[in-house]
């Protein structure tokens, strides 16, 4: 797993060795903070080096995840999503907001 401040620059070499990256879009350590964004760019980044370097490689994201941004994470690039406190929390059950993030991403 890649944390905010580590350069894709770091792993560029070892992504013909491993089968899934991991983009974190939070600082780790607890859930339920907001994604930050602005490291969608790293995602992308990630896909032109895998598509240049022609290898098979997922590409997934965790932290701060939720229906208004889950379709973000898919067009930068990332094919698994980590979802934990968008599916797990209080306002709703876990059924009922696996179904919204399915939805937001039709």
């Known amino acids: 797993a890649?944390?905010?401040e580590t350069h894709i620059d770091e792993i560029s070499d070892l992504l013909?060795?491993?089968?899934q990256v991991?983009?974190?879009?939070?600082r780790p350590g607890w859930?339920?903070?907001?994604?930050n964004t602005s490291l969608l760019t790293k995602v992308s980044e990630i896909r032109e080096l895998i598509a240049k370097q022609?290898?098979?490689?997922?590409?997934?994201v965790d932290g701060g995840v939720k229906p208004h941004n889950i379709s973000s994470c898919r067009e930068a690039?990332?094919?698994?999503?980590?979802?934990?406190s968008?599916?797990?929390n209080s306002e709703?059950?876990?059924?009922?907001?696996l179904k919204m993030l399915k939805k937001s991403l039709d």
């Open 54 to 60: 022609s290898i098979n490689l997922h590409v997934e």
């Open 86 to 88: 968008s599916v797990f």
């Open 16 to 19: 013909p060795e491993i089968q």
């Open 31 to 35: 859930g339920g903070q907001q994604m």
């Open 92 to 97: 709703r059950t876990p059924e009922q907001n």
């Open 77 to 84: 690039g990332a094919d698994i999503v980590v979802v934990g």
């Open 22 to 26: 991991t983009i974190m879009l939070i």
């Open 2 to 4: 890649l944390n905010p």
